[in-house]
């Protein structure tokens, strides 16, 4: 089992930035690859990004890219999600999840969600 905490949610205004952490524990963070997902009401839970389990590679949304920046820190166990740029469209609830070997796009191929973080970005 691998238990996911995000953290660092919260209000700001429509170019700002916001960085979220996915904190994990349990097994041993390194061997998963991580990602970000978020959720806007009455709509589908959204891919944001994703990064390897090295942390060597990443992968963003068309929405996001240039605007958002994935890292990790497996001393950590910790991952991190920059948000700059921000506009009211990034509003939403913000997941983490992890899933063993490669990551993907795709929430159904993750094993592990954390409880998620709101973010509200206002115009």
């Known amino acids: 089992q691998v238990q996911l905490v995000e953290s660092g949610g919260g209000l700001v205004q429509a170019g700002g930035s916001l960085r979220l952490s996915c904190t994990a524990s349990?097994?041993?963070?390194?061997?998963?690859?991580m990602g970000w997902f978020r959720q806007a009401p009455g709509k589908e839970r959204e891919f944001v990004g994703a990064?390897?389990?090295?942390?060597?590679?990443?992968y963003y949304a068309d929405s996001v890219k240039g605007r958002f920046t994935i890292s990790r820190d497996n001393a950590k166990n910790t991952m991190y999600l920059q948000m700059n740029s921000m506009t009211p469209e990034d509003t939403a609830v913000y997941y983490c999840?992890?899933?063993?070997?490669?990551?993907?796009?795709?929430?159904?191929?993750?094993?592990?969600w954390g409880q998620g973080t709101q973010v509200t970005v206002s115009s």
């Open positions: 999840a992890a899933k063993r070997l490669v990551y993907s796009r795709y929430p159904d191929e993750y094993d592990y």
């Open positions: 349990g097994r041993t963070f390194s061997n998963y690859a």
């Open positions: 990064i390897s389990w090295r942390g060597g590679s990443t």
